[in-house]
C-alpha cells in the first residue's frame, strides 16, 4: 500500500483552511492508503510559543483530528517532537541543501518580513525538516493544502538529489495530493489572500453558528454585479469558492446564474453560504467538546502513534546511514 503523511503546526486550532485544505483529504485517503499524520510542534519553534502551551496545543490538534474522522487505528497520529529520528534525516538532507534555494522559498520570504527581528535559521531551513517528515516515511503522497507547493517541492528536490549523490533509488518523489481535482487554497473572508492564523482571518471548526454566521456576513463584497455574464472581482469569487467547497453543485449554481443575470444579492448569498458552513462545522465542533476533555486518551494515542512512526522512521534511517556510509 502507497505510504501517505501529512501533518499541520500547532498554532492555533484548526479552520477551514485546514479542514479543506487538508485534513478533509486525510479522512479519506486513511481508508486507501498506509497513513500517518503528525502534529508539527518543533515547526511551531520558529515562531517561539510559550514553554507552557506546546504540550495543550499539539493535544488540542489531536482531538480536532479526531473530531475529523481521523481513525488512528487505520491512520496513526503522533507528535513530530515524539519521534527523534526525523532529526537526524534533517540532518543529512541540510548537507545536501543549498542556501540560495532554501532563500529562494517565499514563505521564508514572507515570515523574515514578518518577524525581522528574529528571522532565524529554523525558518531557513523549515523545508528540510518538512522533507525529513516526509521522506522518513518514504511516503508517495502528502494531502496539502495550494500555500504548500513550494515546500513540496523542495522535498521532491531533496529526494532526488539524495538518490542522485549516490547513485540509488531509495527514496520516491512526494506527490502534493488534494481530495478535488485542483489544488485547494480556501480564502480569507476579509478581502485578502488565504485564510491563516497569521493574517486573522479565520473560521474556526471550534466557532458556533452564531460566531460563523456574523464572520460570512461581514465577508468583504462590492457594488453587485453591473454587466451580465461578467467574470467575477476577487473578493466576490472568494465568496464563490466557500460555495464551491461547502455546497451542492445545485446551489452554486442557483448563485452563479443569479450573478450571471445581475439579480444576486450578496446578503442572500453570505446566508446560504454561514448555513453550508454551519452544517460541516457542527457536528465537527460537538466532537471536539468530547474529545479535548479525554485527556487519557488522548495521551495514549499520541504514544501509540509515536511507536509506529519511530518504527517506520528507523527503517528508513537505517538504509539511509548505509548509503551514506555510516554504521547502520
Ligand atoms: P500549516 O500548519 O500552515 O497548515 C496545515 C495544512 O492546512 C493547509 N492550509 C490551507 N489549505 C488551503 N487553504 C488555506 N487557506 C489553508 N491554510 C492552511 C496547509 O496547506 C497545510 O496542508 N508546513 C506545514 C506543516 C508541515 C507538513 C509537514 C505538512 C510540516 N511538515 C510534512 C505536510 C508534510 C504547515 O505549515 O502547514
Known amino acids: ?146 500555500d504548500q507547493e513550494q515546500n513540496m517541492e523542495m522535498a521532491r528536490k531533496c529526494a532526488r538529489r539524495f538518490n542522485h549523490i549516490y547513485g540509488v533509488e531509495f527514496f520516491p518523489e512526494p506527490q502534493n495530493f488534494y481530495f478535488s481535482e485542483k489544488a485547494v487554497k480556501v480564502p480569507g473572508l476579509d478581502g485578502s489572500g488565504k485564510m491563516g492564523k497569521s493574517e486573522g482571518n479565520c473560521i474556526y471548526l471550534h466557532d458556533d453558528d452564531k460566531t460563523i454566521s456574523k464572520k460570512v456576513m461581514r465577508a468583504v463584497t462590492d457594488m453587485g454585479p453591473q454587466t451580465p455574464n461578467s467574470p467575477r472581482p476577487e473578493v466576490i469569487e472568494n465568496l464563490f469558492t466557500f460555495l464551491r467547497i461547502c455546497s451542492t453543485e445545485e446551489t452554486f449554481k442557483f448563485f452563479d446564474e443569479k450573478w450571471n443575470d445581475c439579480t444576486l444579492r450578496y446578503g442572500d448569498l453570505k446566508k446560504q453560504i454561514a448555513e453550508d458552513i454551519c452544517k460541516t462545522v457542527a457536528p465537527i465542533r460537538e466532537r471536539i467538546t468530547e474529545y479535548t476533555s479525554n485527556t487519557d486518551l488522548l495521551d495514549r494515542i499520541a504514544r501509540e502513534g509515536a511507536e509506529r512512526a519511530r518504527e517506520s522512521a528507523l527503517a528508513t534511517l537505517r538504509e539511509v546511514r548505509k548509503i551514506i556510509g555510516f554504521r547502520s
Open 1 to 146: 500500500m502507497e505510504k501517505v503523511v501529512s501533518g499541520i503546526r500547532p498554532t492555533g486550532n484548526l479552520h477551514l483552511g485546514n479542514y479543506f485544505g487538508a485534513v478533509k483529504s486525510f479522512v479519506k485517503m486513511q481508508e486507501e492508503y498506509d497513513c500517518m499524520f503528525f502534529i508539527a510542534d518543533w515547526h511551531s519553534l520558529t515562531t517561539r510559543p510559550k514553554p507552557e502551551d506546546i504540550q495543550q496545543s499539539a493535544r488540542i490538534i489531536l482531538a480536532e483530528y479526531l473530531a475529523c474522522g481521523i481513525d488512528p487505528q487505520k491512520a496513526p497520529i503522533y507528535v513530530q517532537s515524539d519521534v527523534k529520528e526525523t532529526l537526524e534525516l534533517y540532518l543529512f538532507l541540510n548537507m545536501n541543501t543549498y542556501i540560495g534555494e532554501l532563500g529562494r522559498v517565499t514563505t521564508f520570504k514572507e515570515k523574515a518580513r514578518q518577524q525581522p527581528d528574529n528571522v532565524n535559521a529554523g525558518l531557513f531551513t523549515y523545508p528540510t525538516l518538512m522533507a525529513a517528515d516526509i521522506l522518513q516515511h518514504r511516503a508517495k503522497k502528502v494531502p496539502v493544502g495550494k
